[in-house]
């Protein structure tokens, strides 16, 4: 059975930082290519970062220079390092694994107060 856990959401002031994990599990995770999305309440589902299986990394331009993602293929664990964070980052977000199928996790709020 394949399960993607997310944890670390939460409410933070503006200018703060959180930092998001996903433990994958029923994969090989090594060979997917792995990301975070969010969706802000009456949004549509956005990208927010992606890395693949060889480690190359690409950001919306929103979150350049702000967010890292990152995985650790030992843990089967995916991350986001979420600094200065804006109101506008409000959402939830999903992690996701894609190889020959998506998957997705259930989703963790984060809460960027003003």
């Known amino acids: 059975q394949v399960q993607l856990v997310e944890s670390g959401g939460g409410l933070v002031q503006a200018g703060g930082s959180l930092s998001l994990s996903c433990a994958a599990s029923?994969?090989?995770?090594?060979?997917?290519?792995i990301a975070w999305y969010r969706q802000a309440a009456g949004n549509q589902r956005e990208l927010v970062a992606g890395?693949?299986?060889?480690?190359?990394?690409n950001y919306a331009d929103s979150v350049k220079g702000r967010f890292t993602i990152s995985r650790d293929n030992a843990k089967n664990t995916m991350y986001l390092q979420m600094n200065s964070l804006k109101p506008e980052d409000t959402a939830v977000y999903y992690c996701?694994?894609?190889?020959?199928?998506?998957?997705w996790g259930q989703g963790t709020q984060v809460t960027v107060s003003s």
């Open positions: 890395i693949s299986n060889l480690g190359s990394t």
């Open positions: 029923g994969i090989a995770f090594r060979l997917y290519t």
């Open positions: 996701n694994a894609r190889y020959n199928i998506n998957y």
